[in-house]
C-alpha cells in the first residue's frame, strides 16, 4: 500500500502552529504599538507588554484545559455556565469599570476582564448544541427556541454596557450557524425583514452611532471628530507602503492613531510591516478558516461539527469586522483582531476557541487509527454527520 506523506500528521498540528505564529506576532505588536502610551501613562514602557504577556500565560493554560476536555462535556456544564455569565453581565452594568463612557469591565485583583467576551463563545456552544440535535435527525434548523432566546439576552445585556459590535457578534454567530444548518425558509424571509430594523434600532439607541455611519462614508468630512480615526487610521496603513517602516519605528503610536495598541493594532502592524505584512497575516487568518472548515467536516458527531463551524465564523468575523473597521469600510465598532490586538479576555477566549477545535480534531474520524475505527460500533450512529461544510 502507498503512503501518502503530508506536511503534518493531522489537521491540530497546522492549527497550532498557526496559532502560535499570530500570538509571536501579536505579543510584539502589542509591544511595539502600546510602549509609547504605556511610558506617557504609566512611565514603564513595558506596563502593557507585561500585562498581555500574564494574560497571555492565562490563555495558554485555558487552550491546553479545553484542548484535554471532551467536548461533549460542555453541554453538561452549559446550563451552569449560562446562570454565572448572566451574574457576570448583569454585575457588569450596575458595578463595572467604566472607560470612554462604556461599562464593559470587572475587575479582579488589579485586573479587569470582559464577561461579554467569554458571551461570544457560550452563545456559539449554546447554539452548537441546539442545532445539532435538528442536524442529526435531519429537521430544518429553528431560532425560536430556549437556547436562543438566552443568546438574545446575552447580546441585550451587553447592548446596554453599551457595546454594539460585541453585542451583534453574540447574537449573530449563532444564528449564521443557524443559517448554514438549514433555517426555516419562514424564519430566513422573518431575519431578512427584521434585521435591518433591529440594526437601525441600535444604531438609534446611541446618536453617536449614526454619525459614525455618516462618516464611514467619508471621514474626511468630520476628520476632527467622528472620522479622526478612520482617517489617521488609513493614514497609518498608507504610510507604511510596501515594506514598512521598520518594527518599533512606526510614528501614528505617538498620540496620533487612538487605542492603537488594540481595536486599531493591526493599522500599527501595516504601517511597520507594510502590505507584505498585512497580507501574510491575511494568509495565516485565511488558513486558520480553512482548517477549521477541516476539522468540521471531519467531526465525530454533529454536535463537535456545529461546534466547530461556530468556532471558524467567530474567529472570522471578527478578523473581517476589525480590518474592514481599521481599512475605513466599516464604521468604528469595538471588535478586535484576534490574537494580534491587546485585550486579555479577547486573547483567552481566542486560544480557549481552539483549545475546543483541536479537541474536536482530536475526536475526528480522519484522525482515528485503524484500531480506534475497528471499535466503532457500526449501523446509524457510525455514519457520517449530515451537514457538510465543504462538498
Known amino acids: 500500500m502507498r503512503i501518502r506523506k503530508t506536511l503534518w500528521n493531522n489537521d491540530a498540528e497546522p492549527i497550532m502552529v498557526i496559532m502560535a505564529i499570530l500570538v509571536v506576532l501579536g505579543t510584539i505588536n502589542v509591544f511595539s504599538s502600546s510602549y509609547v502610551l504605556a511610558t506617557i501613562d504609566y512611565e514603564n514602557p513595558y506596563y502593557f507588554l507585561t500585562r498581555h504577556l500574564i494574560w497571555l500565560v492565562v490563555g495558554v493554560a485555558a487552550f491546553v484545559g479545553c484542548r484535554h476536555i471532551n467536548y461533549r462535556r460542555w453541554r453538561i456544564v452549559m446550563p451552569w455556565l449560562l446562570l454565572g455569565m448572566f451574574a457576570a453581565l448583569a454585575l457588569v452594568l450596575v458595578i463595572g469599570t467604566s472607560i470612554n463612557g462604556a461599562r464593559r469591565w470587572l475587575s479582579i485583583g488589579g485586573f479587569g476582564f470582559q464577561p461579554a467576551e467569554f458571551a461570544k463563545l457560550l452563545s456559539l456552544m449554546l447554539a452548537a448544541a441546539v442545532l445539532s440535535v435538528r442536524v442529526k435527525h435531519g429537521q430544518p434548523a429553528t431560532i425560536f427556541n430556549a437556547q436562543f432566546f438566552c443568546i438574545f439576552i446575552m447580546a441585550v445585556l451587553t447592548e446596554l454596557e453599551p457595546d454594539m459590535g460585541t453585542a451583534c457578534i453574540i447574537i449573530g454567530v449563532p444564528v449564521a450557524m443557524a443559517m448554514v444548518a438549514g433555517l426555516k425558509s419562514w424564519q430566513w424571509k422573518m431575519l431578512l425583514a427584521g434585521a435591518p430594523v433591529l440594526l437601525v434600532g441600535m444604531i438609534l439607541f446611541q446618536p453617536y452611532r449614526l454619525q459614525r455611519i455618516r462618516t464611514m462614508f467619508d471621514p474626511w468630512s468630520d476628520a476632527q471628530k467622528f472620522g479622526y480615526q478612520t482617517v489617521q487610521s488609513l493614514s497609518t496603513i498608507g504610510s507604511g507602503g510596501f515594506w514598512g517602516m521598520g518594527l518599533g519605528d512606526g510614528v501614528s503610536k505617538y498620540s496620533y492613531l487612538p487605542e492603537a495598541h488594540t481595536d486599531f493594532a493591526f493599522a500599527i ?21 480553512l482548517f477549521c472548515v477541516r476539522v468540521a467536516n471531519r467531526a465525530e458527531d454533529e454536535f463537535g461539527q456545529m461546534l466547530a463551524l461556530g468556532i471558524m465564523l467567530l474567529i472570522m468575523g471578527q478578523a473581517l469586522v476589525n480590518m474592514a473597521m481599521v481599512g475605513g469600510l466599516f464604521a468604528v465598532v469595538g471588535v478586535p483582531l484576534p490574537f494580534i490586538s491587546y485585550g486579555g479576555s479577547s486573547l483567552i477566549v481566542s486560544m480557549m476557541a481552539m483549545g475546543m477545535l483541536i479537541n474536536i480534531c482530536d475526536h475526528g474520524r480522519a484522525q482515528r487509527t485503524p484500531e480506534d475505527a475497528a471499535e466503532k460500533p457500526h449501523g446509524p450512529s457510525a455514519q457520517r454527520p449530515a451537514l457538510r461544510l465543504v462538498k
Open 269 to 289: 502592524f501595516c504601517q511597520e510591516h507594510g502590505y507584505i505584512g498585512a497580507l501574510m497575516v491575511f494568509l495565516l487568518i485565511g488558513l486558520l478558516i
